[in-house]
């Protein structure tokens, strides 16, 4: 079912930030930097070795949102499995490749839309720039330099005692010269690190220092409560100053709620259109009804509605008159009972226990009406 428009907000024509300029790669048929849209990506959690359950995930990512997914190369086998992964993928595939660069000549070979290369954990990477930069120009495939705290290169952590942002940046650039020196520039650059502080200031002066596109990241962000915080905090520091091309949030949680956290993190900052949204009061000693059980019920009934949409759930009569009238559909509740609001006006009132049910039935018959018209 395609977003179906009926009366959210408009996006400012004028962005929240102007936009770090930059080269812009194309990643399969996705583009990235330059004045591409920011794109969400993530990363399966399948062996990659199993081809028919790494499809079954990437599929279940696109039917969320994903607009570009990775994959773990770690061994043989999983670099055998490219090529059928990469052909049949209906969004394009970045194998990550980590301590053999044997595996990045594999992926090229594979026909993989990008491949993520970590300097930092690849054994004499140096020595094979010249030819990861001849296949990679012959195929038409982008690289990632893709620099984490965690797997730092050994000369910068003697140098800097730890994973500082200037070590980062340093990585990222040293190794990007070397690329630059073979006249190889489809990059890309990430550099990661567990602390949003520290990732924000490497990210703030790597933007500063170079025109490649940027691929955010609060690697090892934690389980899915902390870690969504950690990246939205992140994200919205660096993308409310144009900085950041693609984003990837990394959580302890189904790849599927990386998804659906970056895609709503884009949304709130009107970086991406909006689709549904539950607009609900936190509940306080005016609530006459239980706006918790409400929206969780009414939030689980729309799932999956692809609607350009914006539900109001309102406890009381301070500000659930006015949020209700100014949504697409809205319920303002007090003594037991709502007043539904469609496009404004009330249409009626219902005792609570029908509140969810009446609200639900209203947002399919606006979706329904909108596809006609």
């Known amino acids: 079912m395609s977003a179906v428009p009926l009366g959210m907000p408009v996006i400012p024509p004028k962005p929240i930030a102007v936009r770090r300029r930059s080269r812009r790669l194309d990643v399969g ?3 990235v ?3 591409a849209p920011v794109s969400v990506q993530s990363m399966t959690t399948t062996l990659t070795s199993d081809v028919n359950a790494t499809l079954q995930q990437i599929a279940e990512l696109t039917a969320a949102g994903c607009q570009i997914v990775r994959v773990a190369v770690p061994s043989q086998d999983d670099a055998d499995a490219l090529p059928a992964i ?3 993928s209906q969004i394009p595939v970045i194998a990550d490749i980590h301590f053999q660069p044997k595996y990045v000549f594999a992926a090229i070979e594979a026909g993989c839309a990008a491949v993520r290369v970590n300097p930092g954990n690849i054994k004499k990477f140096d020595d094979k720039v010249r030819e990861i930069a001849q296949a990679a120009r012959d195929h038409g495939t982008p690289i990632r330099i893709g620099v984490n705290a965690g797997s730092l290169d050994p000369r910068l952590l003697a140098k800097y005692g730890k994973a500082t942002p200037e070590a980062l940046v340093e990585s990222a650039l040293w190794e990007a010269s070397l690329f630059a020196e073979h006249d190889f520039h489809d990059i890309k650059i990430s550099v ?3 602390d949003p502080v520290i990732m924000v200031e490497a990210y703030r002066q790597l933007a500063e220092a ?3 596109p940027l691929h955010l990241g609060v690697t090892e962000a934690g389980p899915a409560f902390q870690g969504t915080i950690k990246s939205a905090v992140a994200f919205g520091a660096l993308l409310s100053q144009g900085i950041g091309d693609t984003i990837r949030v990394s959580l302890s949680a189904p790849p599927v709620e990386e998804i659906k956290v970056g895609a709503q993190i884009l949304e709130s900052l009107g970086l991406r259109e909006r689709g549904l949204e539950i607009v609900s009061c936190p509940s306080c000693g005016r609530a006459q009804v239980d706006v918790y059980r409400l929206a969780e019920e009414v939030t689980a009934g729309l799932d999956g509605l692809e609607a350009q949409l ?3 759930v309102m406890g009381c009569v301070v500000n659930g008159p006015g949020e209700a009238r100014e949504a697409d559909l809205g319920v303002a509740s007090g ?3 709502g007043q539904i609001f469609v496009k ?3 249409i009626k009132t219902v005792p609570e226990h029908q509140i969810v049910e009446t609200l639900i039935e209203e947002a399919l018959a606006l979706v329904g009406e909108n596809q006609e018209s």
């Open 29 to 31: 048929g996705v583009g």
């Open 33 to 35: 930097g330059g004045d």
């Open 86 to 88: 990469a052909r049949k």
């Open 192 to 194: 990661k690190h567990n």
């Open 210 to 212: 170079c025109d490649y």
């Open 310 to 312: 914006r539900v109001a």
């Open 335 to 337: 003594n037991g009972k």
């Open 344 to 346: 404004g006006k009330v």
